[in-house]
T-cell receptor
């Protein structure tokens, strides 16, 4: 049974800092790995999707990497801004399209 | 605006009420989903529909009843709920079940 863990549960950084969010999964037979952002009281916004054959994906200041063999993915945020404050969730997708989510990392970027 | 619209955004209902949550997607997607998000718990997949046929039902109690009349609309019918069913219910859609998934803003449900 797939389990997804995100560490840390919460993170507070000063504006401008580069940071890394971690996601680990127990079953390496994933089809893809997705990162999402959730603002308080809102739905989820998809940030990046990495297929199992890929090593990383980039979008603007965001870079997500995937290491299937070690069961890990990281989300790198460069030059963080207060607007980046949100909860970040990762989800491991299987062949059938089912997503298993982690509990999220709550990020606070202080001006 | 993600292209997935959920109504109502907030709902308070008694344990004997019957209500429905509605979801509509304007993205031309073929798969639609209901997820439940409770405090301090990861998102839980409840139901998946692909091409209007249910393909996943994660042991959800029968007091939750989904309906997918066409590929653009998804409903969650609620009946005789319990206070522990209070949560954020999120609808989502994707082109197929392996692509990027797009979520609605969610419906906050409180059962009193």
């Amino acid at each position: 049974k797939q389990e997804v863990t995100q560490i840390p549960a919460a993170l507070s950084v000063p504006e401008g800092e580069n940071l890394v969010l971690n996601c680990s999964f127990t079953d390496s037979a994933i089809y893809n790995l997705q990162w999402f952002r959730q603002d308080p009281g809102k739905g989820l916004t998809s940030l990046l999707l990495i297929q199992s054959s890929q090593r990383e994906q980039t979008s603007g200041r965001l870079n997500a990497s995937l290491d299937k063999s070690s069961g890990r993915s990281t989300l790198y945020i460069a030059a963080s801004q207060p607007g980046d404050s949100a909860t970040y969730l990762c989800a491991a997708g299987d062949q059938g399209g089912k997503l298993i989510f982690g509990q999220g990392t709550e990020l606070s970027v202080k001006p | 605006e993600t292209g997935v619209t959920q109504t109502p955004r907030h709902l308070v209902m008694g344990m004997t009420n019957k209500k429905s949550l509605k979801c509509e997607q304007h993205l031309g997607h073929n798969a639609m989903y209901w997820y439940k998000q409770s405090a301090k718990k990861p998102l839980e997949l409840m139901f998946v529909y692909s091409l209007e046929e249910r393909v996943e039902n994660n042991s959800v109690p029968s007091r939750f009843s989904p309906e997918c009349p066409n590929s653009s609309h998804l409903f969650l019918h609620l009946h005789t709920l319990q206070p522990e069913d209070s949560a954020l219910y999120l609808c989502a859609s994707s082109h197929d079940m392996r692509n990027t998934i797009y979520f609605g803003e969610g419906s906050w449900l409180t059962v009193v």
